[in-house]
């Protein structure tokens, strides 16, 4: 049922529309509608499919904070926290509003980001399109029907995929445009129809309030031991961090984005947003599981439109194909979202120069150097233009959803690192025996044993040696992994070529890092790979 025009949510905002409301919906009532307006298609097994048109990913490039006294001296100004005027916000909020003013539907969701009441923050989303509410909805952690009375939201999302930004007008770059204002609590997204556009700007609006109450906000996964231990998976796109996080040994906190607060670590979201692409029920089958499901959207999954039978591995649409499902369709998932403080840290990277030991012990200082350097490597043959390993450091695992300098996070792992007594892995889940192209994929199975005796403490009985280029202690020996493996130069056949590429790493290591030197302490300087 639509909302009447007296019980108008958004008028109680200021927003006027003579729009039809659907506020609040759930899963079937807004597929019902998605599939009755055209938005896309139910597959055999269930699922919803949909596509993005030419936005099959987050457009970075398009993405601005209003610079004003709030933010003036609050975030970190530069390639990824780009400024927009006040003064272009007003025009484009504007703009917007009256968009909206003229719209005959429109889908209102009422949510929180996180799962620790006291450190969530209410969010309204209203959105031109039924499965962009699904989605937010699904992402999100849905309130009860009582939190729901008299909900006030703290900070409000529009996402009209259909408008058009003028960039002379706007001062935006393109027709694509996602302006942040934290000061009038208010985000426009517009001109694409990629979901995950929404989810990440209430991750950026957490990884800004959070840390003035010296909480932690993470881009991780976690999940939980049978004897209560918490693990948390630091890692950027393609490392492992959905993967290795969905072990059925352990309960999933979340896949994505946590925080970490004194008494808990805890999920900012209610659902897990999964790569489709080339899914396997043999590799994955916790995730796969959700294609077959009502209630997941596959978002750039090729779909038959007349069996309507799906195909994980057709990359037609997008390489980037994305499932989002609440988090309960994970048969192991915690029923609070939340679990005890961290216990291990493990930071994930595929190295694709394969240099990197599969698993590496660091000290709190080496950690909190690894965690800013955010380092993994694209492969060949990914992007136009790379024919060869490219290094690529995403501070903090995920320098585009930082608005504040990357030092505030970074202490306030290293602090908490500290306090917790936490032990530290860096994990590579890339490649041994040479770089892509010539060596081959680290084996999951060899991953999952190392990570296994890091979690049940049995790797603090191993003996250790000292990486002579980064410094951490590496394991010698871990029952039920080939020794060999432990070793990167010992897999490689050309030995003098391994110590080059490594070199080539460490170089590339200590310029990415100079940004951050004045912002550190002398420790965490110290722990910085040696360059020959």
Known sequence: MADSAS?????????ATSATLFCNQGTAQLIELAVSRN????????????????????????????????TENTVWWGKTNVAMSPEHFAVLKADFLAEVAKRETLFVADLFGGSQ??????????????WHNLFIRTLLVRPKAEELEGFSPDYTIIDLPSFRADPARHGCRSETVIAVNFSEKLILIGGTAYAGEMKKSVFGILNYLLPTKGVMPMHCSANIGPNGDTAVFFGLSGTGKTTLSADASRTLIGDDEHGWSDTAVFNFEGGCYAKMIRLSAEAEPEIYATTKRFGTVLENVVIDPATRQIDLDDDS?????????????????????????????????????GVLPPISKMTPDQAMYHFLSGYTARVAGTEIGVTEPTATFSTCFGAPFMPRHPSVYGNLLKERIAKGGVSCWLVNTGWTGGSYGTGSRMPIKATRALLNAALDGSLANAEFRKDPNFGFEVPVAVDGVDSAILDPRSTWVDK?????????????????????????????????????
């Open 39 to 70: 938005e896309g298609l139910l597959s055999a097994d269930g699922a919803f499919v949909v596509a993005t048109g030419k936005h099959t990913g987050r457009s970075a490039s398009d993405k601005f904070i209003v610079r004003d006294v709030e």
């Open 496 to 532: 003098a070529a391994y110590d080059a590429t490594a070199q080539k790493l460490v170089r590339q290591f200590i310029d990415n890092f100079a940004q951050f030197a004045d912002h550190v302490d002398e420790g965490v300087r110290q722990s910085a790979p040696k360059a020959a």
């Open 117 to 130: 009441p006291e450190h969530r923050v209410n969010v309204r989303v209203i959105n031109e399109l039924a």
């Open 7 to 15: 019980n108008n949510p958004l008028a109680k905002q200021g927003i």
């Open 317 to 353: 649409l997008a390489e980037n194909s994305r499932g989002s499902y609440p988090i309960d369709f994970i048969p192991n998932a915690s029923e609070e979202n939340m679990g005890p403080v961290p216990k291990n840290i493990i930071m994930l990277t595929a190295d694709a120069y």
